[in-house]
C-alpha cells in the first residue's frame, strides 16, 4: 500500500507491505528494504531493527526516532497539516521573550537577511531578519514588550 | 587553625551541578539539602538530597538569588556549609559575607578573593602588578562613547568589547569595521546591563588565532597552593564552550609548565582558598596573556577530574573544613585525555536557537569512563527559564584519538529524544578533519561553518527512517513521558506489555 509520512517536516511518500507479524517491506523512490525487529541483547536500551541485513539501534518515543544515534522526527502527514499555522509573509517569534529593540518601520523597504528587530530570548540576542524581500506592512509588537513563541511580530509583504 | 567537619552542606545552585555537588556528599557521608522552585519539582535536583527545601515561584532575585532566604534556609536546617556551584550566587561577595555573618562556611574563596577577582578591571589591574601578561586594551572608567571609540582606534582593530561584570559571552562583541563599533558598544552595554546590572564595559586587541586555555588551581588555607593542569576550551560558540579537553592538544610541556607556574602565582599572590580557574588567551606565538580568573568550580571540571583521578568538589569541602592539602605538585598527574561536550537544546543549523521542549528519552551508556552530568530525567519539560545545557557528556580513555572514538559512540548512546540538540553537531567538530589534527581556536565554529553542516539525507538513508519507524515500538505510553502515542506503528498496541 502507498503510504505518506512527514520527515523532518517534509512529506515522503512509499510503498509499505507488511510480511507476518515483525516484518516489512518498503520501497522509496528506488530503493527497496526488507526489515525485520531482532530480539535487542539484555542490557541494550534500544530495539534492534535488522534492515536489508544490517542491524540499527532505534528507539522511538512518540514522533521521534533515534537510529543508530541520529535523531529524526517522523509524523503522519495529518496530524501534521492540522498544527500548520501562519503564511509567509509573517515573521514569528522562534520563543517566548522580549523585544529589544525594531529596527524598521512600516513602509521599509528590506532585503533578504536585513534585520528587523532584536529579540531577547533565553538570556541571549536574537536578531530576527526578513526570510524574504519585501516591505514591512505592519509591526505587531514595541520594543520593551513581552512575547510568546510563534506569534506573527511583524508582517512582511513581497515585493513586486 | 580548628578543623571542623561538616555534617550538612546546602547545595545554592540547581540542574546538573546541584546533583554533581551532592554525589560527593553522598560520597563523604555529609547530608545535603536540596532546594527547588515551583516550576522544577519535576527535576531531578530537587529531590537529590536529603532534605528537599521549596524557594516558591517567581523571579531569581526571589528563588535562587535571594540571599536572605538562603541564609535564612541554612539557620533553619541548621547547615554547616553551602556549596554554590557555579554561576548564581557563587561569586557573590555579598553572599559570603551573609553567610559569615551567620556563622555559616562558604565552600569558595574569601569574599576578598571574589571581589579582586569578580571585575575583569580589577583583576587585570591586580595581574598587571604582579608581572603577569595581559592582553593590550583600555579598562579604565572613561566610559563615553567618543572616547571608547578613539581607544579602539588606539589599540587598533580588530578589538572586543565587554562587560567588565560579564561572563558567559553575555555583553560581548567583536569589532572589525569602525562602521560598526558605536552599535556594537550600545548591544554590549545593553546585554551588561540586562544580565550582571551594570553597563561598564572594557576593549582589547582582538587575537587572531587564539586558543582558549585555563588552568584548575587549587589552594588550601595553609598557604599552600597548587594546579591541576590545564583544559582547552577554544570550541566555543557565541563565547559559550562546547567542546573541552585535557591535556590540550599538542601543547609542548614547556609551555604547559609556564602556564600552570603563572597561574599558581597569581592564585598565590592574592592568598586563594579552594577551587578555581586561571583563564588565557594563547597566541599561536607561544605567548599566553591572562584573560579572567574564575573564582569557583567550572562547568568544564570533569575533564580535570578525569586526567587528574581527583574529586575537586571533596577537595573544595576538605579545604573549607580547614584541611592541608597533604600532597606535592609532582604527584598530580595528567593520566590519558579526557573530552567534555555540552548537549545544549538548540540548533547549530539555524544560528544555535535555542529550542524548548519535553525531553522524552536520555538514554544511557555502558561504556568504561564515561560520565553523564546532566539535571533532566525523561518526561521533564525543557523551559526558556534557564541556560538550555542539558548535560555534560565526558569521556576519558588512554589519547586523544580514542578519547575521540569514544565520545563518537558515547553520543550515540544519549539521544535526548523529544527536542532538537547539538548532538550530532557535536559529534560532526568530533569528525571532522581539522578537529583531529588540531590545534583548535576560538573561531573553530565559524571558520569550519561549511564543513560542520549537516549531511543531506540520502535515499536510502530516508528508506531506512521510514521503515524503522514502521517497525519500531513506540514507548510513548510510558509514564514519565506523558506524551500521547500516535495510533499508527504495528507495534503501538503492544507497547503496554513492554518494559521499556
Known amino acids: ?160 | 587553625m580548628k578543623m571542623k567537619k561538616f555534617k550538612r552542606i546546602l547545595v545554592a545552585n540547581r540542574g546538573e551541578i546541584a546533583i554533581r555537588v551532592m554525589k560527593t556528599c553522598r560520597e563523604m557521608g555529609i547530608e545535603s539539602v536540596c532546594l527547588y522552585t515551583d516550576e522544577e519539582r519535576e527535576l531531578p535536583h530537587a529531590s537529590y538530597g536529603d532534605i528537599s527545601v521549596a524557594l516558591g515561584s517567581g523571579a531569581l532575585a526571589d528563588t535562587y538569588l535571594n540571599i536572605e532566604k538562603l541564609v535564612k534556609i541554612c539557620q533553619d536546617y541548621k547547615v554547616d556549609a553551602v556549596h554554590p556551584g557555579y554561576g548564581l550566587l557563587s561569586e557573590r561577595a555579598a553572599f559570603a559575607n551573609a553567610l559569615e555573618k551567620a556563622g555559616i562556611t562558604l565552600i569558595g574563596p574569601p569574599a576578598t578573593a571574589m571581589e579582586a577577582m569578580g571585575d575583569k578591571k580589577r583583576s587585570k589591574q591586580i595581574c598587571e602588578e604582579a608581572g603577569i601578561p595581559l592582553v593590550p586594551g583600555y579598562h579604565g572608567e572613561n566610559q563615553e562613547a567618543d572616547f571608547l571609540f578613539e581607544q579602539a582606534k588606539k589599540i587598533g582593530l580588530p578589538v572586543l568589547i565587554k562587560a567588565s561584570a560579564g561572563g558567559g559571552g553575555k555583553g560581548m562583541r567583536i569589532v572589525e569595521k569602525e562602521a560598526d563599533f558605536l552599535d556594537a558598544l550600545a548591544a554590549a552595554k545593553r546585554e551588561g546591563m540586562n544580565a550582571f546590572g551594570d553597563d561598564i564595559v572594557l576593549i582589547e586587541k582582538f587575537i587572531v588565532n587564539p586558543r582558549h586555555i585555563e588552568v584548575q588551581v587549587m589552594s588550601d588555607q595553609h598557604g599552600n597552593h597548587f594546579h591541576f593542569f590545564e583544559r582547552e576550551c577554544s570550541i566555543q560558540r557565541r563565547y559559550q564552550k562546547i567542546v573541552e579537553e585535557s591535556p590540550a592538544p599538542g601543547m609542548e610541556d614547556d609551555l604547559r609548565q609556564a602556564i600552570c607556574r603563572v597561574a599558581t602565582k597569581i592564585s598565590k599572590s592574592i592568598d586563594y582558598v579552594g577551587a578555581g580557574t586561571v583563564e588565557f588567551i594563547l597566541d599561536e606565538d607561544g605567548s599566553f596573556y591572562f584573560l579572567e580568573m574564575n573564582t569557583r568550580l567550572q562547568v568544564e571540571h570533569p575533564v580535570t577530574e578525569m586526567v587528574t583521578g581527583a574529586d575537586l568538589v571533596r577537595l573544595q569541602v576538605e579545604v573549607a573544613q580547614g584541611a592541608k592539602l597533604n600532597f606535592k605538585q609532582e604527584e598530580i598527574e595528567q593520566r590519558g585525555h579526557s573530552i567534555e561536550v555540552r548537549i545544549y537544546a538548540e540548533d547549530p543549523d539555524n544560528d544555535f536557537m535555542p529550542s524548548i521542549g519535553k525531553l522524552l528519552f536520555v538514554g544511557e551508556s555502558h561504556l568504561n569512563q564515561v560520565r553523564l552530568d546532566t539535571g533532566y530525567r525523561n518526561g521533564n519539560d525543557v523551559t526558556v527559564s534557564f541556560d538550555p545545557m542539558l548535560a555534560k557528556l565526558i569521556v576519558h580513555a588512554e589519547n586523544r584519538d580514542h578519547a575521540i572514538d569514544k565520545m563518537l559512540q558515547a553520543l550515540k548512546d544519549y539521544p535526548f529524544l523529544g527536542l532538537t540538540t547539538n548532538r550530532d553537531y557535536l559529534s560532526r567538530i568530533l569528525k571532522s578533519e581539522p578537529y583531529k589534527v588540531g590545534p583548535t581556536y576560538t573561531h573553530f565554529v565559524k571558520t569550519y561553518k561549511d564543513i560542520l553542516g549537516p549531511a543531506e539525507l540520502t535515499d536510502l538513508d530516508k528508506a531506512q527512517i521510514l521503515a524503522a519507524y514502521q517497525l519500531s515500538n513506540s514507548s510513548a505510553k510510558s509514564p514519565a513521558s506523558g506524551a500521547e502515542a500516535p495510533s499508527e506503528g504495528p507495534w503501538s498496541t503492544l507497547s503496554g506489555l513492554r518494559n521499556t
Do not use: C, W
Request: no cysteine.
Open chain 1, 1 to 160: 500500500m502507498k503510504k505518506k509520512l512527514l520527515l523532518n517536516g517534509i512529506q515522503e511518500e512509499f510503498l509499505f507491505e507488511r510480511k507476518g507479524s515483525s516484518e516489512i517491506e518498503l520501497k522509496f523512490n528506488e530503493v527497496e528494504l526488507q526489515g525485520r525487529q531482532v530480539l535487542p541483547g539484555s542490557s541494550d536500551q534500544f530495539d534492534v531493527i535488522n534492515l536489508g541485513g544490517q542491524n540499527l539501534r532505534v528507539k522511538r518515543v512518540g514522533d521521534y526516532i533515534t537510529i543508530n544515534g541520529k535523531n529524526y522526527k517522523v509524523e503522519s502527514a495529518l496530524a501534521a497539516l492540522s498544527k500548520k499555522s501562519g503564511g509567509d509573509g509573517n515573521m514569528m517569534s522562534p520563543m517566548p521573550g522580549k523585544i529589544l529593540k525594531v529596527m524598521v518601520n512600516v513602509g521599509d523597504e528590506v532585503e533578504e537577511g536585513q534585520g528587523l528587530l532584536v529579540m531577547e530570548a533565553m538570556k541571549m540576542e536574537h536578531t530576527i531578519k526578513a526570510a524574504h524581500p519585501g516591505v514591512v506592512s505592519a509591526i505587531h509588537y514595541q520594543e520593551g514588550q513581552l512575547v510568546d513563541g510563534g506569534v506573527d511580530l511583524l508582517d512582511l509583504d513581497v515585493a513586486e
